[in-house]
């Protein structure tokens, strides 16, 4: 009698209630001995909760949110505690997943995020970051941060360090998913979160360093065209050229730029180039347009947020600040097809295949 009670007075008082809440109310109905009636409090609690959630729909929360606050807070979930609950979700993401965040820049972190951010939903685990993460102060993560991750004790699980994508590294997180994990290694392919629903929200940008990205980007736009950029009709292509003067195959690399160039100019009627390089001498001497406006940052990090505001992207070499400026943008992006410069044609093929996204474009 107590039940109906309680979940008369929430209905009246317009709490909304989840769906997991209406679960475990109807489990703890039947485990009462109330199997007839459980099924019925169950549709008016749906219709109830269905009013409520449009009504209230300013303060519900998003499905991922919801299962973290419940399986949390109050209630004792314990299999002993619940008779009969199946919710296995509730019960086994428990296990912690993390990986080594030390000795890489920031945009590299982004690979080491993105991809165990995808490996914690594919395996039912919970994601746990550093508390100190240099990704704080630019995303608003969903992972839990942690100040201290010492206390657990990690199961270390390697990626092979000799290919870009290790196919086996799935089956053994799933072989260990129900230990807390460490991982190691770069994990820099698209083919560990391709398939992951979320992670563009992961990495959007908090507002003020949107803001701050994106003043800029129209900044140095219009301070080479001598008027406002927000009324702009040209199209931006973003290139990013990282320490040209210490790489081999200067002329290769040159020939790319000028064909990846005229590549967008046949396509387009009006298009700017925008070019972040750190040696900008080398950049005005060979990459030959008259549209194209040259910055340098000292933060590698702020120059990827800065191109990601392009339209499209010209990816010169395998860097992780075009890469993921490239992503973000959402363009198209076009690759050196001839990089890396092996005579191993099956390990240049397995290279681009792991890096470089299918959409884009091979020059």
């Not at 269905?50 to 979930?77: A, E």
């Not at 428990?94 to 920031?106: A, C, M, N, R």
């Not at 086996?168 to 230990?179: M, N, T």
């Amino acid at each position: 009698m107590w039940l109906v009670c309680v979940v008369t007075l929430l209905v009246v008082l317009g709490t909304v209630i989840t769906k997991e809440q209406r679960k475990l109310i109807g489990v703890l109905w039947i485990s009462l001995g109330h199997e007839a009636l459980s099924e019925n409090i169950q549709n008016v609690m749906e219709q109830n909760g269905d009013q409520l959630s449009s009504r209230y729909s300013h303060s519900t929360h998003s499905k991922h949110h919801t299962y973290r606050v419940f399986r949390n807070k109050h209630l004792n979930t314990s299999p002993s505690s619940v008779p009969n609950l199946h919710n296995e979700k509730l019960l086994s993401c428990s296990k912690l997943l993390t990986t080594d965040y030390q000795k890489s820049h920031t945009v590299v972190h982004m690979f080491r995020y993105a991809a165990t951010f995808a490996l914690a939903q594919e395996n039912c685990m919970t994601l746990v970051i550093p508390e100190s993460l240099d990704l704080l102060r630019y995303f608003d993560l969903s992972a839990t941060p942690k100040h201290n991750l010492r206390p657990y004790k990690f199961t270390k699980v390697h990626s092979n360090a000799s290919v870009i994508y290790d196919v086996a590294l799935q089956p053994k997180v799933s072989q260990h998913h129900e230990r807390h994990i460490k991982l190691y290694g770069d994990l820099m392919s698209w083919k560990y979160f391709h398939k992951t629903a979320g992670l563009r929200r992961e990495f959007t940008f908090k507002a003020e360093y949107q803001f701050n990205a994106s003043h800029h980007f129209q900044k140095i736009l219009a301070n080479q065209n001598g008027h406002s950029f927000t009324d702009r009709s040209s199209l931006v292509i973003g290139i990013n050229v990282d320490k040209p003067q210490r790489r081999k195959g200067s002329h290769s690399r040159i020939v790319f730029l000028q064909k990846s160039i005229q590549y967008f100019k046949d396509r387009f009627q009006d298009v700017t180039f925008l070019v972040h390089c750190t040696d900008k001498k080398w950049c005005l001497n060979n990459i030959k347009t008259s549209r194209k406006v040259i910055f340098s940052s000292k933060d590698p990090f702020f120059a990827m947020a800065v191109l990601s505001h392009t339209d499209h992207f010209i990816l010169e070499t395998v860097n992780s600040i075009g890469w993921w400026a490239s992503w973000l943008s959402g363009g198209i992006t076009v690759y050196n097809k001839n990089y890396p410069s092996s005579n191993k044609d099956a390990e240049k093929a397995n290279i681009q295949a792991d890096y470089f996204l299918p959409s884009w474009i091979p020059l």
